[in-house]
């Protein structure tokens, strides 16, 4: 069986699991069972990068040691990826002993050679990107090229890597291997990176502790303890997850002869430019692909903590599912590209693609099949009947499965479709509802032949979807499983008679938006750094007239009732000493019971707009706090009259 590894970069523990993370893992996850149902035996590896001095400045900023910091944000991690049920086989820490054994190996394995060298190192240094530059590369303020934050001047002894040596070789196994780097116009800017020249890397820093410490070598007779360069460390992860360097070598080393890294287009050049280039010193093969994606923004923005439009990814699997955003993610935005998470077009996809193309499908096979033949199916007669539909959709499958062997999810997806869509225009074309009158065994075939087109391309909806496809082959009496990947993709196998299991509508239209956006009940603000980072970054200061603007008043919570089919959302009726209540939709269903909010006062924002949600007019808002605990309404700690002003 190929052995097929595949691996996610692993993350900085500086931050909470966001969309961007999510789309990455996702694609790994897909990649990984799609090379599972084509046969091969694959390995996926997640984990989290801990050291560094952007990680040591985060733990002390929250007050904590940097392996307590660690382990609490890389657990985040570990249960996302558990919800989001990633099939993961490696979960790495690269404050992990064993890694760190590899790390240091490997360190001496290029001393050894001669590939490091000591010297000093002078020059700028972004934290936030754990990157060095040169002056010329700065932008003008000597801000990073970047991420535009400020650098640090540098002046320090340290060890470099030879980088400068494997300029050749580098460039030789480019132009040897077309796909190494896709997509190609990415792979065309890591060439003119190199092309350019290289500078040999600074591997070894001594101006803080948080990493993993050089081993004591009587050559080098160092004057200060140098730690190693967080990239290095974090690079080697790829290896020493699958026992490279460690005294009881594993066998999964195997896996390492055909590697794929899923990356970010930020971090192509440490993958495809110096990550190559340690193997070469280390004598390892190098990897056969290394993919590099684009950027989520959010409504056209980039997505940042302090403007508060951070994707969290487990809101949106909640209130849409998991399956609909794993399709949205590997659809929406071609890869390579960067793309706009919206709900408007998450909603648009699951309308128009998934509820009518392939939903749609499903539930007019098994009307029909149900009508006609009290749910039976039996394929003997499609090849008599319709040879050329079954060839027209054999071609296209092999296209699909081109497509995800060449990294283009979203194209993967945009050819299974046309099967979808096809498989709906045979239905128009050849009209059983007449044909039946006429024709029984032909109309059989036909049911028969929409049964084949959706078993089969259940196949390669499964990596993406992995539930609807389990649940459309269940209905169709068949196991997703390489074993009937191989009798009915590669042999060409119909299914055999059966009888369908009806299931319920795979994917209901969606109206309107299912999340809150930009009130205080959505906030993204979840944990306790951020809403002191929030704090910190209060510069928009305003003046009492602004103010005065915001008319919030007390008012009673006097009905409260859950918005059909939000698990967040209450429809409140609120007394503010009007003739009449407010309505208010609110976000609070996950932190109070209708019981514990009647008979509330709380504090109204009353002079908003009124917004729509979910088709709900919402007239006001309703002031909260939130942080890793919960939400809290705020209120008042003595009654007031409904309808008190609060200045
Ligand atoms: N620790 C390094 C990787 C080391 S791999 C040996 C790192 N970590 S990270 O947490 O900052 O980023 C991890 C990945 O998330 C990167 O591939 C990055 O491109 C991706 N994303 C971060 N924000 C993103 C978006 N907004 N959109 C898509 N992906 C983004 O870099």
Redesign the pocket.
């Known amino acids: 069986m190929d052995k097929t590894y595949i691996t996610s ?4 523990v500086n ?1 909470i699991p ?4 999510a ?2 893992t996702i694609l790994c996850d897909m990649l990984k069972k799609f090379y599972w149902i084509l046969g091969h035996d694959v390995l996926l590896l997640t984990g989290t ?1 801990e050291h560094g001095q952007k990680i040591e400045q985060s733990a002390k900023k929250h007050h904590q040691s940097p392996q307590d910091y660690t382990d609490k944000i890389s657990e985040k991690f570990r249960q996302i990826w558990n919800e989001f049920k990633i099939d993961y086989d490696i979960f790495i820490r690269t404050t992990n002993e064993e890694h760190c054994k590899s790390v240091q190996k490997a360190f001496e394995i290029m001393y050894a050679k001669g590939d490091i060298y000591k010297g000093e190192y002078e020059g700028y240094y972004c934290i936030s990107c754990e990157t060095f530059f040169t002056q010329t590369q700065l932008n003008e303020n000597n801000t990073c090229p970047d991420c535009g934050k400020p650098t640090d001047l540098m002046k320090e002894e340290s060890y470099f890597f030879a980088l400068s040596k494997y300029q050749e070789r580098l460039l030789q196994w480019y132009e040897q291997c077309p796909d190494c780097i896709l997509p190609q116009y990415r792979k065309n800017e890591v060439l003119r990176f190199v092309q350019e020249g290289l500078n040999d890397l600074s591997i070894t820093r001594t101006s803080f502790e948080w990493g993993v410490p050089l081993l004591p070598n009587p050559q080098r007779n160092d004057s200060k303890s140098h730690v190693m360069y ?2 290095l460390d ?2 080697l ?2 290896v020493s997850a699958i026992g490279y360097g460690q005294e009881t070598e594993s066998s999964k080393m195997a896996y390492w002869e055909n590697a794929t890294h ?6 192509l050049r ?2 495809a430019v110096y990550w190559p280039a340690f193997l070469m010193s280390l004598e390892l093969p190098l990897p056969k692909h290394i993919y590099a ?5 959010k409504d056209g923005a ?2 940042s903590k302090s403007i508060g439009n951070v994707v969290n990814p487990k809101e949106v699997a909640d209130v849409y599912g998991l399956e609909t955003l794993r399709y949205f993610l590997a659809r929406e935005m071609p890869f390579g590209q960067d793309g706009d998470f919206s709900q408007k077009s998450l909603i648009e996809r699951i309308n128009a693609d998934l509820s009518n193309d392939m939903g749609n499908l499903m539930n007019r096979l098994i009307g029909m099949s149900e009508k006609y033949f009290t749910l039976r199916i039996d394929s003997h007669k499609v090849k008599t009947y319709f040879a050329d539909e079954i060839k027209q959709i054999d071609t296209i499958l092999e296209s699909v499965k081109q497509k995800m062997q060449t990294m283009q999810p979203s194209r993967y997806l945009e050819e299974l479709w046309k099967t979808f869509s096809l498989a709906n225009s045979y239905i128009t074309h050849y009209e059983p509802w007449k044909l039946i009158k006429q024709d029984e065994e032909k109309t059989m075939a036909l049911l028969a032949l929409l049964a084949n087109i959706l078993a089969r391309s259940s196949f390669y909806l499964y990596p993406v979807m992995p539930e609807s496809a389990t649940k459309i082959a269940q209905a169709l009496g068949f196991e997703i499983s390489p074993q009937n990947y191989q009798k009915f993709i590669t042999e060409g196998h119909l299914l055999e008679s059966f009888t369908i299991q009806k299931i319920p509508p795979l994917f209901p239209k969606i109206q309107s938006p299912l999340l809150v956006e930009n009130t205080t009940q959505d906030t993204q603000t979840t944990n306790h750094q951020e809403a002191k980072d929030e704090t910190e970054n209060i510069v928009n200061l305003i003046d009492i007239k602004d103010f005065a603007k915001i008319d919030i008043r007390i008012g009673t919570i006097s009905e409260c009732k859950a918005v059909e089919k939000s698990q967040k959302l209450y429809k409140l009726l609120v007394d503010i000493g009007a003739d009449k209540p407010r309505q208010i939709v609110s976000g609070i269903a996950q932190y109070y019971t209708p019981e514990e909010l009647l008979g509330k006062q709380i504090c109204l924002i009353v002079n908003l707009k009124p917004a729509k949600l979910m088709g709900l007019i919402s007239e006001g808002m309703i002031l909260a706090s939130k942080d890793e605990n919960g939400l809290s309404l705020l209120s008042i700690d003595k009654p007031r009259i409904n309808g008190s002003k609060i200045s």
Do not use: C, N, Q, R
């Open positions: 970069p692993i993350y900085y931050d966001h969309i961007g993370h789309y990455t990068d967080v990239w974090a690079l992860s790829y899923m990356v970010g287009k930020d971090i440490f993958h994606h684009g950027w989520w923004t980039k997505m």
